[in-house]
């Protein structure tokens, strides 16, 4: 928490700098100021788009052990309904060979 509002600080004083600069020289502002338009963008916007996609990686991580929990329940009920099926199958056949 500390270290974005560093960075969100450290965005606000770049800006500043780059203002007082554009007043004392107006032809070389314009090298300070790319460099606080590149900074807006790489630690305001990047990070925003970092965030959401953290949110959603952690969505993605829940929502595949849900998954897999249904997948290892579903193997257990398949398992099941088979040896039900296999044991089943084995009294049909003898009692069809007690009947010949």
């Not at 070389?28 to 807006?40: D, K, M, N």
């Not at 997948?71 to 398949?78: A, G, V, Y």
Request: glycine fraction near 4%; aromatic fraction near 8%.
């Amino acid at each position: 928490m500390e270290n974005k509002n560093f960075k969100k600080n450290w965005v606000m004083w770049t800006i500043l700098v780059t203002s007082l600069f554009a007043i004392a020289t107006p032809g070389i502002a314009i090298i300070p100021f790319g460099l606080s338009i590149y900074a807006v963008i790489k630690l305001v916007l990047i990070d925003k788009i970092t965030e959401i996609d953290v949110k959603n990686y952690q969505l993605l991580k829940i929502k595949t052990k849900e998954l897999e929990n249904i997948s290892h329940e579903l193997h257990r009920n398949i398992q099941k309904g088979t040896d039900e099926l296999s044991y089943l199958n084995n009294l049909i056949k003898e009692k069809d060979l007690n009947m010949n």
